[in-house]
């Protein structure tokens, strides 16, 4: 049996649909890095960040594309 997002508790899993699953999630991921890696330029470059926030990681982004280095990081 593979194993499924919405199985049910009575369910088995077998241990070769176990070692099948991805142990990472990389579209969950990428928005928490990209996040992150937004702090990180705003710390380094002082960009004044008031709300923090993985909610606000749109405002906090658009506050750093206004730094010209910022557009170097996205090529």
Known sequence: ?????????TDA????GLK???????AAQ???NDYI????FALYFNIDI?????K???QIRKKCQK???YKLLEK
Do not use: Y
């Open 30 to 32: 990428k928005p928490l």
């Open 37 to 40: 890696a937004d702090l990180v």
């Open 20 to 26: 099948e699953l991805p142990a990472i999630d990389f």
């Open 13 to 16: 899993i077998s241990l070769s």
């Open 1 to 9: 049996m593979i194993f499924q997002k919405d199985r049910r508790e």
């Open 67 to 69: 730094n010209e280095f």
């Open 50 to 54: 008031s709300n923090l926030g993985l």
């Open 56 to 58: 606000n990681a749109g």
